[in-house]
């Protein structure tokens, strides 16, 4: 898979960091064998990862991840940088995972998030495979689904839009098609501290 480049990663954190000092502590959050943010995550100093699969959790340990509970990871500590990348559309609960990442976030910290949009939420571990909670995104386009993330954001959620970008997600395919290509769209967001 992939989401982002160093140089893509280093100047959407750029946008909401004045300068990044290579300091700090990012978490993935979901973050499958961490190829994802192996790109970026070495503008931190301390990277940590939480992941369900067995086998992903060994890989990520082999890449130098300190491995966090997937239940409790966002409640002792703070970090400088939560990773989302491409996990709202495919978890259970995603505005209880934006509540956990807002708690999460050090001051001055930042959430990197990546959102497949036309919004078509998938969940593995649903009988139905649809999501317990599910993300109010409106319109019928890429742009009016962005807008109507952003403003759900800072309405409902409390975070501000930094800086953003449109990107195409490569993936995995399946028996019909070795791989797709999907429009991502991609966020920093600061929390609004009350």
Known sequence: MFVLSAAQ????????RRGLNNTGALVD???GDGEVSRRFAHLYTNK???EISASMRKALSGKGYTL??????????????????NLLDRCSKPRSMLRQAKTAIA???????????????????????????RLP???????????????????????????????????EGDFAQAYYWLDDSIYVFTPIRE
Not at 113 to 128: C, F, G, H, I, Q
Request: aromatic share 12%; with cysteine.
């Open 137 to 171: 995104i409106q319109g019928v386009n890429f742009e009016e689904q962005a807008a109507s993330f952003v403003q759900f954001m800072r309405d409902e959620m409390g975070f501000e839009a930094v800086a953003w970008s449109r990107a195409p997600y490569l993936c």
């Open 9 to 16: 990663a280093h100047a959407l954190l750029s946008a909401a």
């Open 29 to 31: 959050v979901g973050a």
């Open 68 to 85: 966090l509970d997937t239940e409790d990871w966002w409640r002792e500590q703070r970090f400088d940088c939560v990773c989302m990348l």
């Open 107 to 133: 001051p001055d910290g930042v959430l990197l998030l990546a959102l497949v949009l036309p919004y078509k939420p998938y969940v593995e571990v649903t009988s139905d495979h649809k999501p317990e909670e």
């Open 48 to 50: 940590y990862a939480t």
